[in-house]
């Protein structure tokens, strides 16, 4: 089983950046594809990127394409995800997820993370 903790959630302005990390332990995640969610209140969690086990290919919601970039360090077993231009619709809790494969899937996650805060003021 593989533990998920994220962390660099917060409270920024419109236009800020935040990093999010998230860190796996209990199990090597090298040949996990590994991604991130986010649930905004009254709305259903929604895919946000994913990024394949060696970094090799990466997907992207169009709402965040351009914006957003993920990256991962095997060696730490840590995740990162970089938010430039936020915006108050970018608000919502966001969760890391892992599961085994290759590619950088959309779904099947079975790995998942308490989650970490983000709010965008206007």
């Known amino acids: 089983q593989v533990h998920l903790s994220e962390s660099g959630g917060g409270l920024v302005q419109a236009g800020d950046s935040l990093r999010l990390s998230c860190t796996a332990s209990g199990r090597p995640v090298t040949w996990y594809t590994m991604g991130w969610f986010r649930q905004a209140p009254g709305k259903e969690r929604e895919f946000v990127v994913s990024?394949?086990?060696?970094?090799?290919?990466?997907d992207y919601a169009d709402s965040v394409k351009g914006r957003f970039t993920i990256s991962r360090d095997n060696v730490t077993n840590t995740v990162y995800l970089q938010m430039n231009s936020l915006k108050p619709e970018d608000t919502a809790v966001y969760y890391c997820?892992?599961?085994?494969?290759?590619?950088?899937?959309?779904?099947?996650?079975?790995?998942w993370g308490q989650g970490t805060q983000v709010t965008v003021s206007s």
């Open positions: 997820a892992g599961r085994f494969g290759v590619v950088a899937y959309r779904d099947g996650y079975d790995n």
């Open positions: 990024i394949s086990w060696n970094g090799g290919s990466t």
